[in-house]
């Protein structure tokens, strides 16, 4: 049985260090070796930064009424814990990890949390307005291939974005459900076709706890215009990404830091609407990073 005494040995810059190797030996029986891995790391970071913070008992408070209030936010169309991952860049740094990158694919970003299931499956050219609205059109086209440029055909392409109120259909009770929403497949070319408005940028949900700590940290809670994507088709990884509007004041300092310039996108006229032709790589879902992060761990465990 390990004896705890306490210490608080500030010429070392250690405090009470046998407590965190106690916790840790405490998990060595746990059933998954990746769940121990990763509670380690948590207990070691953590108690880390209770020491180097000097932490109090007030400020520990403080976090853990934080975070329940954080937990009572959350509703069916609202996820104030995804806000918090996204707005400290937590998610974009998962995505980093966990997405296949390389030539011919495209990049990835931030889900967000306004995914609202698949929608309705429209025809190409179809617009993906359930009302009117006083906005400019805006044309979508593209293709989606393999890396090698070859055509994914009967690929689903989901796509959702806000109205111009700077509202998702889900935050705004006057919109009809699945407004600004909707699902098409490419044809046998590969390529996709929608109608849609020109995207506005919007603050996140900031009436919470992520809003108070984007105040807190002396940040604005808003997004650059962008429509996001989820397109997926089976033996493909699945690509969760926006394309962003060129010239939007917020591309340079996006709340959930999502964007990337292979992302921008510039519409241009044709036949006086406003069009955009853009094209998706879809990775092999055999070219997973996430294998290729297993594996490291494998050779690091050897070591
Ligand atoms: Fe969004």
New binding site residues.
Partial sequence: MTSIIAVNDSSRGEIFPELTRDVIDRMKDAESPRLREILELVVSHVHAIVREAKITHDEWWQAIDFLTRAGKMCSDSRQEFILLSDILGISMLVDAIDHAGGPGLSESTVL?P?YAGQQRELAAGESILLREEESEPLEMRGRVTDSQGRPIVNALVEVWQ?APNQLYDVQDEDQPDGHLRGSFRTDGAGTFRFRTIMPVSYPIPNDGPAGQLLAAMGRHPF?PA?I?FMISAPGYRTLVTHLFLDGDKYLGSDAVFGVKPSLIIRPRLIEDINTVEYDFGLADERESTRAQVEEIHRQRREL
């Fill in positions: 967000g306004f806000t997004r962008h996001h």
